[in-house]
T-cell receptor, first 113, second 115 residues
């Protein structure tokens, strides 16, 4: 079974800083990896999707990388803003079985104005 | 366009009662997933549907849980004889195709509290 770990569990940074969120997974046989943000009491908003054949994806101030061989993905947020405060979740999709997503427990980010 | 919708947004029920949670996927999405997010834990997969194929129920925690998907669109998750450990946020997601290349889009969830 795929195990997904996110470190750190919580992170506070001053506004304007660049930051990196980490995600590691135990089974390199993933189909793709997806990063989400979750605001308190809300559902998940998809941020970036990286296919297994890709190494990174970019959207605005966000850049996600994927290294299957080491079982790691990172989410880089440039010039952080208070509106970026949320919980960030990474999830890997397996190559077999139900093709469901295996989620990490998330990193709770607080950007201090 | 309209996203995934779920109802009710909140549900409080007494232990032992049955509950039904509803999910309306994005129109045209053939794959539909149910997940559960318990306090302090990550999201766990429950069940998925793809078109008219038999659902994959491998994530359902007990036989008190069941789900249906009518006409390849709306889905209902039913929990019978609810227990306090069933308290969680139940999230539904849909994607255009099961093939794996597509993102899953999530609804806002139903917060279930069993008293």
């Amino acid at each position: 079974k795929q195990e997904v770990t996110q470190i750190p569990a919580a992170l506070s940074v001053p506004e304007g800083e660049n930051l990196v969120l980490n995600c590691s997974f135990t089974d390199s046989a993933i189909y793709n990896l997806q990063w989400f943000r979750q605001d308190p009491g809300k559902g998940l908003t998809s941020l970036l999707l990286i296919q297994s054949s890709q190494r990174e994806q970019t959207s605005g101030r966000l850049n996600a990388s994927l290294d299957k061989s080491s079982g790691r993905s990172t989410l880089y947020i440039a010039a952080s803003q208070p509106g970026d405060s949320a919980t960030y979740l990474c999830a890997g999709r397996g190559q077999t079985g139900a093709n469901n997503l295996f989620f990490g427990t998330g990193t709770r980010l607080t950007v201090i104005p | 366009g309209a996203g995934v919708s779920q109802s009710p947004s909140n549900k409080v029920t007494e232990k032992g009662k049955d509950v039904e949670l509803r999910c309306d996927p994005i129109s045209g999405h053939t794959a539909l997933y149910w997940y559960r997010q318990s306090l302090g834990q990550g999201l766990e997969f429950l069940i998925y549907f793809q078109g008219n194929s038999a659902p994959d129920k491998s994530g359902l925690p007990s036989d008190r849980f069941s789900a249906e998907r009518t006409g390849g669109s709306v889905s209902t998750l039913t929990i019978q004889r609810t227990q306090q450990e069933d308290s969680a946020v139940y999230l539904c997601a849909s994607s255009p195709y099961l093939g794996g290349a597509y993102e899953q889009y999530f609804g806002p969830g139903t917060r279930l509290t069993v008293t």
